[in-house]
């Protein structure tokens, strides 16, 4: 089998297992809805042909197999169904799985913290020259890209685990990092004792039998105390929560990016014993830059203001990501314009949302990312903006039904030492980097 069609290929993690295929020596072709060029450029430098759109034509019949993002089950639904008949089609996790089934995965997974704690994990390695290649949901600064090949042949690969359907129990890991564990993803898990079973089995089919976790985190403890109850005392048991002193400063603010460091470090320290450096794997730390939407600069305001885009959406990545903003903001206001990710996740947590976003000083909303659901009927960012100020007893929630004239109220809002977040997991970055394009295009 050597030639492959990835189907939704401009996706941040599918994109980089086509880069990985490709870098095997595999024929790789791709299927787009629509341009994307953070993750589309690289493949098609490298010859890749992507054809843009949704018809069933594109489908090419003489693939030996179609790699999908499970987004196109909704997204294009008449395609997914030749594809899906056709009896060759498998989602990028399962691939993901069968192609890494004989190599040792360093598997990080977790409700928040995945793709950071992965970048960390790679760039400690790195600096430790640990022959690995690596697959992480974001963008490295440090290597432009979201797959990174081994200069030599490797076993290894460190790859980010996604717990959404439980994709991650595609994966027998050498190494399972986990960073945390909370509910989430309420349209498909019962409930946090759902989401623990999940976590619980992916911890017992790690077959290197190492797991590092924050064992001060309750609901992560909770699984481990399942592990001593089925007597599995074989297990290497890592709390990371240990590691947080002694940290380097970081370039990235906030509490929550010091856990990551500190599972990155412990994990590390796991899996190379001896071989272990701190002051290599601290300077690793120091030297971070960073990764794609994770709390990333885009530019200043007219204002003097300064403008970040956090792919934050669950209620306790918006409250870390808001802590860290006052962290780097000091005297200035926090000006939040959020967008939240699918109407479940708000229907199941709105009283959540309101609680985190009401910590930043002006909040601006746009409408609800649906992603792969339909709306709910009385769920909507209105809804949000409304539970906002009734819980904060001040009108400082706004609701726009226009991008554009949210981002022009937040610039017109804001004034010297002030930092505009963009926040969500949908279309705002982009459409935030295409509000800056036009104003800056407009005003040269």
Same mark, same amino acid.
């Given at each position: 089998?050597?030639?492959?069609?990835?189907?939704?290929?401009?996706?941040?993690?599918?994109?980089?297992?086509?880069?990985?295929?490709? *870098?095997?020596?595999?024929?790789?072709?791709?299927?787009?809805?629509?341009?994307?060029?953070?993750?589309?450029?690289?493949?098609?430098?490298?010859?890749?042909?992507?054809?843009?759109?949704?018809?069933?034509?594109?489908?090419?019949?003489? &693939?030996?197999?179609?790699?999908?993002?499970?987004?196109?089950?909704?997204?294009?639904?008449?395609?997914?169904?030749?594809?899906?008949?056709?009896?060759?089609?498998?989602?990028?996790?399962?691939?993901?799985?069968?192609?890494?089934?004989?190599?040792?995965?360093? &598997?990080?997974?977790?409700?928040?913290?995945?793709?950071?704690?992965?970048?960390?994990?790679?760039?400690?390695?790195?600096?430790?020259?640990?022959?690995?290649?690596?697959?992480?949901?974001?963008?490295?600064?440090?290597?432009?890209?979201?797959?990174?090949?081994?200069?030599?042949?490797?076993?290894?690969?460190?790859?980010?685990?996604?717990?959404?359907?439980?994709?991650?129990?595609?994966?027998?890991?050498?190494?399972?990092?986990?960073?945390?564990?909370?509910?989430?993803?309420?349209?498909?898990?019962?409930?946090?004792?759902?989401?623990?079973?999940?976590?619980?089995?992916?911890?017992?089919?790690?077959?290197?039998? %190492?797991?590092?976790?924050?064992? %001060?985190?309750?609901?992560?403890?909770?699984?481990?105390?399942?592990?001593?109850?089925?007597?599995?005392?074989?297990?290497?048991?890592?709390?990371?929560?240990?590691?947080?002193?002694?940290?380097?400063?970081?370039?990235?603010?906030?509490?929550?990016?010091?856990?990551?460091?500190?599972?990155?470090?412990?994990?590390?320290?796991?899996?190379?014993?001896?071989?272990?450096?701190?002051?290599?794997?601290?300077?690793?730390?120091?030297?971070?830059?960073?990764?794609?939407?994770?709390?990333?600069?885009?530019?200043?305001?007219?204002?003097?203001?300064?403008?970040?885009?956090?792919?934050?959406?669950?209620?306790?990545?918006?409250?870390?990501?808001?802590?860290?903003?006052?962290?780097?903001?000091?005297?200035?206001?926090?000006?939040?314009?959020?967008?939240?990710?699918?109407?479940?996740?708000?229907?199941?947590?709105?009283?959540?949302?309101?609680?985190?976003?009401?910590?930043?000083?002006?909040?601006?909303?746009?409408?609800?990312?649906?992603?792969?659901?339909?709306?709910?009927?009385?769920?909507?960012?209105?809804?949000?903006?409304?539970?906002?100020?009734?819980?904060?007893?001040?009108?400082?929630?706004?609701?726009?039904?226009?991008?554009?004239?949210?981002?022009? *109220? &937040?610039?017109?809002?804001?004034?010297?030492?002030?930092?505009?977040? &963009?926040?969500?997991?949908?279309?705002?970055?982009?459409?935030?980097?295409?509000?800056?394009?036009?104003?800056?295009?407009? %005003?040269?």
């Amino acid at each position: 089998m050597k030639k492959l069609q990835f189907i939704g290929i401009g996706g941040v993690g599918i994109s980089a297992l086509a880069k990985m295929l490709l *870098n095997k020596g595999y024929q790789i072709s791709g299927i787009n809805d629509s341009e994307s060029k953070k993750t589309l450029q690289e493949l098609r430098d490298k010859g890749v042909q992507i054809e843009l759109g949704t018809d069933p034509k594109l489908l090419d019949e003489s &693939a030996d197999m179609y790699i999908y993002s499970v987004a196109w089950l909704e997204r294009a639904p008449e395609l997914m169904k030749k594809a899906l008949d056709s009896k060759k089609a498998k989602n990028y996790f399962e691939a993901l799985g069968d192609f890494a089934k004989d190599m040792k995965v360093l &598997a990080v997974s977790g409700t928040h913290g995945k793709t950071t704690t992965t970048a960390m994990l790679h760039e400690i390695l790195k600096a430790h020259d640990f022959t690995h290649e690596t697959i992480v949901g974001s963008i490295l600064a440090s290597e432009g890209s979201n797959y990174v090949p081994a200069d030599k042949n490797t076993d290894y690969l460190l790859v980010e685990a996604c717990e959404y359907k439980r994709h991650f129990l595609n994966f027998y890991p050498e190494l399972l990092v986990i960073t945390n564990i909370e509910a989430e993803h309420l349209d498909y898990y019962k409930d946090l004792e759902d989401v623990q079973s999940a976590f619980l089995e992916v911890a017992q089919q790690t077959k290197g039998k %190492k797991i590092v976790a924050n064992l %001060k985190d309750e609901n992560s403890a909770q699984i481990f105390n399942k592990f001593k109850a089925h007597e599995r005392q074989d297990f290497e048991m890592v709390d990371y929560s240990a590691f947080v002193h002694g940290l380097p400063e970081l370039s990235v603010p906030g509490e929550h990016n010091k856990m990551n460091a500190a599972a990155a470090l412990a994990a590390a320290a796991t899996l190379l014993k001896e071989k272990f450096n701190l002051d290599l794997a601290k300077s690793a730390l120091k030297n971070f830059k960073g990764t794609w939407r994770r709390f990333q600069y885009l530019s200043d305001t007219q204002n003097g203001a300064k403008i970040y885009s956090d792919y934050a959406h669950h209620p306790t990545e918006i409250k870390a990501t808001i802590q860290a903003a006052r962290e780097k903001a000091e005297s200035g206001r926090v000006i939040v314009v959020f967008e939240p990710h699918t109407y479940s996740r708000l229907k199941a947590l709105m009283d959540d949302f309101a609680g985190a976003l009401s910590l930043a000083d002006e909040i601006l909303l746009v409408p609800v990312y649906a992603a792969r659901e339909k709306e709910i009927e009385g769920i909507n960012s209105k809804v949000l903006s409304d539970k906002i100020n009734t819980f904060t007893k001040e009108d400082k929630a706004k609701f726009f039904d226009d991008y554009k004239i949210a981002f022009e *109220n &937040a610039m017109q809002d804001s004034r010297n030492g002030d930092m505009i977040l &963009a926040m969500g997991a949908g279309d705002i970055h982009e459409n935030l980097t295409k509000y800056l394009y036009a104003k800056n295009t407009k %005003k040269n």
